[in-house]
């Protein structure tokens, strides 16, 4: 498992918190936690748990990405 600490980790999380931004373009999406529980094969508990991380695994990431047509790394790549 890879995880995706930026250079300036405290710097970084308060810029971005990434389950915030996953959560808002699930509900701009008009899908349900359950549908993306069911797509990336999590438990719905665990959608409410990457919610509220700031930091999430980049496999993790990667799959969301996928299944949701989002490219949720850019928004650490924009802070480069």
């Given amino acids: 498992t890879f995880f995706f600490y930026p250079t300036n980790n405290t710097q970084m999380s308060n810029l971005i918190h990434i389950g915030s931004i996953i959560r808002d373009e699930l509900r701009r999406q008009g899908k349900t936690n359950g549908w993306l ?8 508990r665990t959608i409410n748990k990457i919610f509220l991380k700031s930091i999430i695994d980049t496999q993790q990431l990667f799959q969301i990405s996928q299944v ?3 490219d949720f ?3 650490y790549s924009d802070e480069l």
Avoid at 37 to 44: C, F, G, K, L, S
């Fill in 73 to 75: 790394f850019k928004f």
């Fill in 68 to 70: 949701m047509g989002v």
């Fill in 37 to 44: 529980a069911r797509q990336i094969n999590v438990n719905p």
